[in-house]
């Protein structure tokens, strides 16, 4: 049974979840301690990060490996387009919102999320530059037609669904506005679109029962 070792609050995981009820993959959820950087953790996650996956093969980290993983081992329903470049547009618009997008936002989360000080002048500037760059990489290939990635659902649309809300959300606490849609990203009407799907329902059930505990 493939094993998915994250939290439903951690919007990579949530990534990888929702990829994972979208394809009908039976999978177990186990909830870590991942600030808990254990030898067996470490040992499956060498970078101490969440999610990881254990497989029928081992383990696995980084939740677009895993996204690949997924792919290749259960190709239906098709989270990548058959054609070599449509498939490389999608995975390039998954790294953009999960690497650079989210990780210049992820900057802001201690002190939007977690009761961190405030950021300093200068480094709050010095970010809301950086986010307000890859918010305008993000924009030049972002289709929304309606999915992420244009007609159809893939796992860009798992990575837009996971991530945008939580860099609207860190943008809005810290500059006092959502840099998405002061941008001109329109991205709540799509996030309300891929909400109505049962997958993603499930995981953003999951993820409010889990931040009530
Ligand atoms: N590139 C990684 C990023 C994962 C990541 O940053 N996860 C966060 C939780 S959302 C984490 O594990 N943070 C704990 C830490 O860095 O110690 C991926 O795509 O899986």
Known sequence: MFILHGSPISNYHNKVKLALLEKGIPFEERVIAFRDKT??????????????????????????VILEYLEAMHP????????????????????????????????????????????SESNSARIRR????KIAGFQ???????????????????AAFADLPVVG???????????????????????KMIGERPAAQKVVADRKAAQVR
Do not use: N
């Open 39 to 64: 030898p067996e953790m470490l040992a499956a996650s060498p970078m101490g990060k969440i999610p990881f996956a254990t497989t029928e093969h081992g383990s696995l980290c980084e939740s677009l």
């Open 76 to 119: 239906t329903p098709a989270l990548l387009p058959a054609d070599p470049y449509a498939a490389a547009k999608v995975r390039e618009l998954a790294s953009v919102v999960g690497w650079h997008l989210e990780m210049a936002a992820r900057q802001l989360y201690p002190s939007a999320f977690f009761g961190a000080p405030a950021l």
């Open 130 to 133: 950086e986010v307000e760059q």
């Open 140 to 158: 030049r290939l972002a289709k929304f037609a309606p999915f992420v990635a244009g007609d159809t659902f893939t796992m860009a649309d798992c």
């Open 169 to 191: 959300l860190a943008t809005k606490a810290i500059y006092g506005e959502d840099l998405l849609v002061a941008a001109g990203v329109d991205y709540k009407p799509y996030v």
